[in-house]
């Protein structure tokens, strides 16, 4: 079964980057689509950015586009959320999530995946 571990989060100030990690174990990434998503405090969580499986196609939530930048390394079994100028509004926890079918124009909504990491941290603040 696929397992998902995110990395890299951390305190940073405003205007900073960061890039967080999705490592995945137990099965090749190669197949499967993987989004990032957020919950920031007092908010329901919320897509970031996701990737698909094949063709490398992406897309981002309108509050991050032109920020952050969403990869994968099928070698590495692995997907980075690459955050610039950040803001303490990006403030959350992140999470990345996986799956092996995903419907054109649902990459930003939750119900589509079905592994789930355990989370990161990320706090912008001066």
């Known amino acids: 079964q696929l397992q998902l571990v995110e990395s890299g989060g951390g305190l940073v100030q405003p205007g900073g980057s960061l890039r967080l990690s999705c490592a995945a174990s137990?099965?090749?990434?190669?197949?499967?689509?993987v989004g990032w998503f957020r919950q920031r405090p007092g908010k329901e969580r919320e897509g970031v950015s996701w990737?698909?499986?094949?063709?490398?196609?992406?897309g981002y939530a309108d509050s991050v586009k032109g920020r952050f930048t969403i990869s994968r390394d099928n070698a590495k079994s692995t997907v980075y959320l690459q955050m610039n100028s950040l803001s303490p509004e990006d403030t959350g926890i992140y999470y990345c999530?996986?799956?092996?079918?995903?419907?054109?124009?649902?990459?930003?909504?939750?119900?589509?995946?079905?592994?789930w990491g355990q989370g990161t941290q990320v706090t912008v603040s001066s």
């Open positions: 999530a996986a799956t092996g079918i995903l419907r054109v124009g649902a990459g930003l909504l939750a119900t589509e995946y079905v592994y």
């Open positions: 990737i698909s499986s094949s063709d490398g196609n992406t």
């Open positions: 137990g099965s090749t990434l190669d197949y499967y689509a």
